[in-house]
């Protein structure tokens, strides 16, 4: 009897203490986001050369993808075409902060890794939120219009955009690239929208990230890099899109005039 009481409460102790290592990964949110598979850069792959554009599917984890779209709902998403800058984007968005959290700080690595382009070079994650019926009209990442001389925007131009997709729309929402080289030659049924059928098409797909570059390599601006966001049809888009420039956009260095 006695040995079975000394049983019972040595079990006890046991569970207690194992509760509390539980408890205390609950507080960290790194800990319980599981990350997606090993970075591998194999898994990526070409749609297009001209422009350059590649696709590397399960880029982000599911939980991942549910951390990003958390952290977005906790702050105020602002509507684009209200903000002076783009016109042609009827979304809701807002920028996180450089390394804000392991999780963001794991992906800023992933995405360095992928791009060979360094972390400081980048800007803030911005985190996009497309309902029915919203879209991005036709435009180019290099640069934006408000900056008269593009070489003295912090970081310069844009090089590259790593956009990566954080849900799974039914229909619509498509990246589209209407100028990209033999477009016509993507095999497409009726899941693709109708705006879909005019150009290189992305279908979003919760987790995938595209990259694709609005300079060539030797850093002129690429004209086929054109592209937009089909209109949301079925269901709700979200996406995070990283644009990264030809410098450091955290240090700019000082350009003489």
Known sequence: MRLRVVLLVLALVLAATAVVPVLLLGEDDDAVVAPAPPFNPCRAKAISWQPRIFVYKGFLSDDECD????????????????????????????????????VVSRIEE??????????????????????????????????LGYW?????????????????????????GETVFPKAKGWESQPKDDTFSECAHKGLAVKPVKGDAVLFFSLH??????????HRSCPVIQGEKWSAPMWIHVRSYENPPVVDL
């Open 67 to 102: 951390h990003l779209v958390t952290l977005a709902k906790k702050e105020t998403m602002v509507a684009h075409n209200q903000s002076g800058y783009s016109s042609g984007r009827t979304s809701t968005g807002m920028f996180l902060k450089k390394r804000q959290d392991p």
């Open 148 to 172: 008269v001389n593009q070489q003295l925007r912090p970081g310069g131009y844009r090089y590259a955009t790593v956009l990566m997709y954080l849900s799974t729309v039914d229909k619509g």
């Open 110 to 143: 992933r995405i360095a890794a992928w791009t060979f382009l360094p972390q400081e070079n980048a800007e803030n994650m911005q985190i996009q939120r497309y309902q029915h019926g919203q879209k991005y009209e036709p435009h180019r990442d290099q640069g």
């Open 217 to 226: 390599v030797d850093r002129e601006l690429d004209p086929l890099s054109l």
